[in-house]
């Protein structure tokens, strides 16, 4: 009887002592799913913080607050009923008609519907490109805009353009007429062939009628200094200070009539410099054919 007691005890220990590692790893596993569960508690927050960033970006894009993108002009462009945007801004101005003409108006609401910058001051803005020529007048924006090789358009390209919702190609409205045709021009004539000839030698030149030319300009030149200065850099050329020195191969303007006596007649023979009058520097834009201004 003691010998079975003995043996019954010795196989309880062994129970357990191969019960321990059971309990070992079913403790392991409880502290396991507690983890899970724990984690799987704090998913969705996270998940819906995830989410709601996400939306709060969109939101913001949404306002603008994305990248800046600038919008350009609205452009018909080959193809029927193709738009695209222009590669550079659209700056426009116009020479008569007033400053409440139709065509004016037009234009400021184009570039506000369609892209684009409409300028109404009397000067010539350096970065219009885009003239608008209700009546031909000898205008400063008219001669900058032939010197510069801008486009020179007739109204019916504002008018086509809105009613095609976007900016028309331009070359069915330029001003222009093949052959020797002009129009009247202040007290002279406008070859209509020069706002085409101007435009289409930009490219060749690498600029406008003047790059690479520079000036001086007598004090008491018409059209006055400043003006005539605004058209001269308009085509690319440089103008030199008054009382600046002339040099080899710059070019004297000075007064219509004045002769050799003249102090800046005088000073561009000792530089050996040209000497031209502002009615012939200017009728050269507008005259038939393109002529240089170097001689």
């Not at 308009?234 to 000075?254: D, F, Y």
């Not at 219509?256 to 800046?264: E, I, V």
Request: proline fraction near 7%; hydrophobic fraction near 45%.
């Amino acid at each position: 009887e003691a010998g079975a007691e003995a043996e019954a005890g010795a196989e309880a220990r062994r129970a357990a002592v191969e019960e321990q590692p059971r309990a070992r790893e079913a403790a392991q596993l409880a502290a396991s799913g507690a983890a899970r569960a724990c984690l799987a508690a704090e998913s969705p927050r996270a998940e819906e913080g995830t989410a709601e960033g996400h939306a709060a970006q969109r939101r913001l894009e949404g306002r603008g607050g994305g990248p800046s993108r600038l919008a350009g002009p609205r452009r018909a462009v080959a193809g029927p009923g193709r738009a695209g945007a222009a590669p550079a801004p659209l700056v426009m101005q116009v020479v008569g008609g007033g400053d409440e003409s139709p065509v004016r108006r037009l234009l400021r609401e184009l570039a506000g519907r369609l892209g684009g910058e409409y300028v109404g001051s009397s000067s010539y803005d350096p970065r219009c490109r885009h003239v608008v020529v209700v009546n031909v007048k000898r205008t400063e924006k008219l001669l900058a805009g032939l010197a510069a090789g801008a486009w020179l358009l007739k109204p019916s390209w504002a008018e086509a353009s809105a009613a095609a919702g976007a900016w028309l190609p331009e070359e069915a409205h330029e001003l222009f007429s093949a052959g020797e045709a002009t129009a009247p021009c202040g007290r002279g004539l406008l070859w209509l062939g020069a706002p085409r000839a101007h435009r289409l030698a930009r490219p060749q030149r690498g600029g406008g009628v003047f790059v690479g030319q520079t000036f001086s300009l007598a004090p008491e030149v018409v059209p006055p200094p400043a003006q005539l200065r605004r058209i001269i850099e308009a085509g690319g050329g440089g103008v030199l200070e008054q009382g600046a020195p002339l040099r080899v191969g710059a070019i004297a303007v000075v007064p219509d009539g004045a002769d050799a006596s003249h102090p800046l007649a005088q000073e561009a023979m000792r530089a050996q410099a040209s000497r031209v009058g502002p009615n012939e520097l200017l009728g050269r834009l507008v005259g038939l054919g393109v002529a240089s201004l170097a001689g």
